[in-house]
């Protein structure tokens, strides 16, 4: 039987800041949020990392041109392939 238990984490770094719409992506350890939106205009394109064993925010170094700034959308892991 499983027992889950709520408790509150003291996480720190660079950590985004309040927003919803964004997609949260889990692989491995990390948790990934991009995107997201602020009020009802401020449409983000930022890729966070919160790194689950140490509790730390970073943002990951990234390659080629970052996707438009958006909310509501989806996001998953694509195993790497040859």
Do not use: V
């Amino acid at each position: 039987r499983i027992r889950w238990k709520w408790t509150k984490c003291q996480a720190f770094g660079n950590f985004p800041g309040p927003r919803r719409g964004h997609s949260a992506t889990s692989i491995g350890t990390k948790i990934y949020i991009f995107g997201g939106i602020y009020g009802y205009t401020r449409y983000f394109n930022e890729l966070f990392e919160l790194d689950t064993e140490t509790m730390e925010w970073s943002i990951p170094k990234t390659k080629g041109t970052p996707p438009s700034p958006r909310a509501w959308h989806t996001a998953c892991q694509i195993p790497e392939t040859p």
